[in-house]
């Protein structure tokens, strides 16, 4: 008996809803929500299922939903089909009522690069110049949501993708449905990537990682949404994700059979070949890469579903291990850490408490160490040790500029000097993450290198000051050694100091304060220590945005015994997650 498979189903109602409920940030729905169409049947499908969505809500209490949906679309215009492409999706949209808006990205002007030339490699720098321009449109249309279009098949070419790039099992769980868009690169403002703070208040969504390609295309032809396909996503030679897209379509898995069909380049087949050891390394699930794609999106879902899984694990364990300290660092418990057995689990914890205190980009590799797999073995050894002042441990770094260090916690923070120690009445073992301690001035000077942590503002203030009876409301933010977010607001400033600064030469910058290198605002009246004052240097809990785990460290946070300094213009605020997402 013969068996044949059925078609592929349209995506129903319900089961659109289901996906979009999964993908709620944790703050919840903003009121607008963006998302990215590229006229293409992916992207058409994803905005029409959520026009769908929105309006069988319309008359129900949806005060919880977006109120509206803008499209955004990027023209790259590096295909001839793409001015096409973008006049489709604005056709489309404009069809069903919603605003849209389309932006060419500007190669060559800066921070944009020249457009890539014919037979360049411009996966990546496509991908980058597309996300900046779509976080420019975000701005513009004041959406702090979008939702992309990728689907089950996409998936499954970013795990294999990661594997040719040597990932872990997490990492070679894909895409998350939901998560935090971060602060970009290192790099920092003025650079490509660069999203700063306000990238901590904007998220992605991917409601469709769920469904196959075969079926994005049934719900197209069951609603008749027309749609256009660019002819270069079927090009092996150009992009890996090609290559990979072409050679799981076959069910086989020998580039040699796809060097033989098309002129791969070297790099592309090295990276399929790397393909076949990544996946022998996986213990959770067996994924065959000549299986198909059904078997292969299976494999995938497994490991995203794992994903998850070892976030909510790690969430409860940060529940047990986490005591209070002051802002910016993480105190973890002996007692609650020993009771994490799984590698995965210590794994993601490490890498999440390096996250929320590096002083590199939220987001950027760098504030993961790199993921360097020695690196985070060490931490781990250290932090899983019962008695790490009779082993001898000293505080240390390995990577993502964060300190750990033993310590003693009670009703303080002791940290023993030499071996032997033990705790004391009402003390545990703990480990103390902290940002690692900034370069001296002489020594930066000595090696001509620029101080990240002695900010100037005064030419950013100085033309907000000449106009701001003429142009009241302004505020100015800062985002300070990728950690804290200081808020002046122009109205405010004092006039006294707004003459010194207009008039007098005077200046206004952002200095470390404290061992917990925060951030303290100092008014400079001449060229010597003495002529700076000063005038803010108290830290505030942020109002809004917060996940609830980063209320809770928030509120626990441990007072220091300073001098606190408030000025009523300026608001300093932590910038930085302890979240999964």
């Known amino acids: ?217 049934a719900t197209c032809d069951e609603n008749k949404l027309e749609y256009i396909i660019d002819p270069t996503n079927f090009q092996p030679e150009l992009t890996l994700r090609n290559a990979i897209r072409e050679m799981v379509s076959k069910n ?34 067996e994924m065959d890469p000549t299986a198909g794609p059904d078997q292969l999106r299976g494999a995938v879902a497994v490991l995203s579903e794992q994903v998850e899984d070892i976030d909510s694990l790690v969430d409860s364990a940060f529940t047990r291990c986490h005591l209070p300290s002051p802002i910016g660092s993480y105190l ?70 964060v300190l750990w260090t033993p310590v003693l916690a009670g009703f303080g923070l002791r940290i023993p000097m030499g071996p032997g120690a033990s705790p004391g009445p009402g003390e545990i073992i703990a480990w103390l993450a902290t940002r690692t301690l900034p370069f001296s001035v002489a020594k930066l000077e000595r090696l001509g290198l620029p101080n990240p942590v002695r900010q100037d503002v005064t030419d950013q203030l100085l033309p907000m000051l000449q106009n701001r009876h003429e142009n009241p409301g302004q505020v100015f933010h800062t985002l300070w050694d990728f950690r804290f977010v200081l808020r002046m607001d122009i109205d405010k400033i004092p006039d006294e100091l707004a003459q010194g600064i207009l008039h007098a030469g005077e200046r206004v910058a952002i200095y470390p304060n404290t061992r917990w290198i925060w951030p303290k605002v100092v008014r400079i009246t001449g060229p010597t220590v003495k002529d700076e004052i000063v005038v803010h240097s108290a830290i505030s809990i942020p109002e809004q945005g917060l996940s609830d785990m980063d209320k809770a460290t928030l509120n626990s946070a441990k007072e220091v015994n300073i001098e606190e300094i408030t000025a009523p213009w300026v608001r300093t605020e932590w910038a930085r997650s302890i979240s999964a997402l």
């Open 332 to 401: 973890v418990s002996y007692r609650g850490l020993s009771t994490i057995r799984d590698p995965l689990v210590k794994r993601a914890l490490v890498l999440r408490m390096m996250r929320y205190v590096s002083f590199h980009a939220w987001g950027a590799l760098r504030a993961d160490g790199n993921r360097r797999r020695n690196s985070i073995n060490r931490i781990i050894e250290c932090l899983w040790t019962p008695d790490p002042f009779s082993a001898g441990m000293t505080p240390f770094t390995a990577g993502g500029g």
């Open 1 to 217: 008996m013969s068996l044949h498979r059925l078609p592929p189903s349209p995506i129903s109602r319900e089961e659109f809803a289901r996906f979009l409920r999964r993908c709620v940030p944790p703050i919840g729905w903003t009121e607008r929500l963006a998302v990215g169409t590229s006229g293409g049947p992916d992207s058409t499908c994803l905005l029409f299922l959520i026009h769908r969505y929105l309006q069988d809500l319309h008359n129900e209490d949806s005060k919880r939903l977006p109120s509206a949906v803008v499209s955004l679309t990027v023209d790259h215009g590096m295909q001839d089909t793409s001015a096409a492409m973008a006049k489709h999706s604005a056709d489309y949209a404009k069809a069903l009522g919603l605003q849209h808006i389309t932006t060419n990205i500007p190669w060559g002007t800066p921070p944009f690069p020249e457009r890539p030339k014919s037979g360049e490699a411009f996966e990546g720098i496509a991908r980058d110049a597309r996300y900046a321009v779509l976080f420019r449109a975000m701005t513009k249309s004041r959406a702090d949501v979008i939702a992309l279009g990728h689907q089950g098949n996409d998936q499954v070419e970013t795990s294999l993708m990661r594997l040719a790039r040597g990932t872990t099992e997490l990492g070679a769980g894909g895409m998350r449905r939901c998560r935090r868009w971060g602060m970009g690169a290192d790099g920092g403002e003025g650079t490509l990537s660069w999203a700063g703070h306000e990238g901590m208040k904007r998220w992605i969504i991917r409601p469709l990682l769920e469904v196959s390609k075969d079926r994005m295309l």
């Open 252 to 285: 086989t898995f020998d580039p040699g059979e796809l060097v033989a069909a098309s002129n791969l380049p070297k790099d592309i087949v090295k990276k399929l070949n790397q393909i076949q050891h990544g996946v022998a390394s996986l213990e959770s699930v």
